[in-house]
């Protein structure tokens, strides 16, 4: 185990915040590490993948602990920039397994509890112990026997895990805690940030546009409910004969009916049809009177008199 200094418990501390653990014990991976590595290699490795099922079974029965895990994706990480092609030709579970059977012998001395023996890898892995042993040696042949880690290094791979479980974090639940904004405001890249404004202001510009929407058409359903209706429209009562009436019309009712039923006339005529002759119209008395000027005025067109 290693030494219970003020350094390692800061480190326990926060990775118990950021990566998900909580109360829990950190003796093996939560489920979004196991889940970081296995996209790690999806994005990194062209020609193969790592099965998640197989890195949640070698992390549980290995006792894979954030610190183990972390130095191994250091050792991958180191192999994929100095040699390409081993790195490209490599099954992707028999890397992960080297990678980390040689970080925990790196953190963790023989003898002691928390040690895991080749062999215990072996059945870990569903494999055997001389296949473990010359995974390990193709893995230290590539690191040229350069096991050591520095404090760099291993700072930089437990921010890029950080930042990893806040953004899948945020894609699965659809908010940030305070850990996870903390994470991704450490030295994010300028193009994260760009990104993350971008969707945000896309998602603010979305909900306003069906707040606005959703306002307009509540005013314009209100405004219609309670917009009277126009009344409708009555034609002045026309006289026919044979019709029992005791009111005589007006003059002036008789002057609009007849101008309705008349056509139009061009605008440039000099004589136009008249309503009724002037004469009978100042002695249309009688109900009588007023049905002979009507027909009259129908069927006898007589030029208006200019003033």
């Known amino acids: ?39 790690y290699f999806d994005r990194c490795a062209p020609f193969d993948y790592l099965n998640l099922d197989f890195a949640t079974r070698l992390s ?50 023989g003898g002691l509890d928390e040690f895991v023996y080749n062999d215990e890898w072996g059945v870990a892995a569903s494999t055997s112990t001389k296949r473990v042993n010359e995974l390990e040696v193709h893995l230290l042949n590539a690191l040229t026997w350069n096991a050591n880690v520095s404090e760099s290094e291993f700072e930089r791979s437990l921010e890029s895990c950080e930042r990893w479980i806040a953004r899948h974090a945020l894609r699965r639940n659809g908010f940030c805690t305070y850990n996870e904004v903390t994470a991704l405001a450490q030295k994010t890249p300028l193009e994260e940030w760009r990104k993350l404004l971008e969707t945000l202001a896309f998602a603010c510009f979305a909900c306003a546009a069906v707040y606005v929407a959703s306002v307009v058409s509540v005013y314009t359903a209100v405004h219609v409910a309670r917009t009277p209706a126009p009344p409708a429209f009555q034609s002045p009562p026309l006289l026919l004969p044979g019709e029992n009436s005791t009111t005589p019309a007006s003059p002036d009712d008789l002057d609009l009916l007849a101008r309705s039923l008349l056509p139009p006339t061009p605008p440039d ?11 009978l119209r100042e002695n249309a008395t009688s109900l009588q009177d007023q049905r002979v000027v009507l027909r009259r005025h129908l069927h006898v067109p007589i030029a208006l008199l200019s003033n």
Do not use: H, W
Not at 14 to 34: A, E, H, I, Q, V
Not at 83 to 90: A, Q, T, V, Y
Not at 269 to 279: G, I, N
């Open 1 to 39: 185990m290693p030494p219970k200094t003020e350094t390692y418990r800061r480190i326990r501390q926060r990775m118990r915040r950021t990566l998900n653990y909580g109360p829990k014990r950190m003796d093996t991976l939560t489920l979004p590490l196991s889940e970081m590595v296995v996209d």
């Open 60 to 109: 549980r029965d290995g006792c894979v602990d954030a610190c183990t895990m972390l130095v191994a994706m250091v050792y991958i990480d180191r192999v994929r920039g100095m040699d390409r092609c081993f790195f490209e030709e490599s099954d992707a579970s028999e890397l992960y397994l080297s990678a980390l059977v040689v970080a925990s012998k790196y953190l963790q001395d």
């Open 269 to 279: 005529a000099s004589c136009c049809l008249p309503l009724y002759d002037l004469v």
